[in-house]
């Protein structure tokens, strides 16, 4: 009798293959939840995200803009959902854009020199990528979408008529600017921390 013979018709429609073989293995992270090997974040909601917003611009307005940066690259909300984390964004985007080209080398050289600067710069580069992947994503409205209305009582359509990119081109102009400016201090490290890092901006 061959091999074949001994096995029902059953048995042979069974696919082993399909079997997780992880599943039967008791030290299988499957058989563990591996959210535990990371520690949990205190959630934050979107008006916390707006309120680390606001010291931060009182900190642009009265001149610190040093200080603007540090708090926002500090008081990163990793707990946050989608929506606080995007308010945050904004924050570092619009500290990003008030700090003069020529003051970026030094002020990231004193970041970078203080005591925690590494990481804050690793934090940098986190939401530089971030900006970046949003203002290539970024679109304007079309011609048939819904106006918003403005507090001047005039609709806005974006920017003027055949320049619709223009924010978002100057967004990333300004992204990249920074991008290699911190690639220059913090070196070329930076960047491999900034991707490999769990903690998601």
């Known amino acids: 009798m061959n091999i074949i013979q001994q096995h029902s018709d059953a048995s042979l429609a069974e696919n082993w293959r399909t079997i997780n073989i992880d599943l039967l293995d008791p030290e299988s992270s499957s058989n563990f939840d591996t959210t535990t090997l990371h520690p949990a974040f205190a959630a934050v909601s979107a008006d916390e995200a707006r309120g680390i917003g606001q010291q931060v611009r009182q900190l642009l307005r009265g001149g610190d803009a040093e ?29 990003l854009q008030s700090i003069k080209a020529s003051e970026m080398t030094p002020m ?46 005039f609709s806005q359509m974006g920017g003027r008529p055949g320049a619709g990119n223009e924010s978002s081109g100057a967004a990333m102009s300004v992204l990249l600017s920074w991008h290699e400016k911190v690639v220059e ?16 901006v």
Not at 81 to 87: G, P, T
Not at 115 to 130: F, I, Q, R, T, W
Not at 137 to 151: C, I, M, V
């Open 67 to 95: 200080g603007a940066l540090r708090g926002s690259l500090e008081m990163v909300p990793y707990g946050g959902d989608a929506s606080a984390k995007e308010i945050h964004l904004q924050t570092v985007t619009e500290v």
């Open 108 to 153: 990231l050289q004193r970041i970078f020199q203080s005591e925690g600067g590494s990481e804050a710069l690793d934090v940098l580069m986190k939401y530089l990528y971030k900006g970046m992947a949003s203002s290539a994503t970024h679109k304007t409205p079309s011609r048939g979408s819904t106006l918003t209305p403005q507090s001047t009582g």
């Open 185 to 200: 201090v913090a070196g070329l490290g930076c960047i491999n921390r900034s991707m490999t890092d769990w903690r998601k």
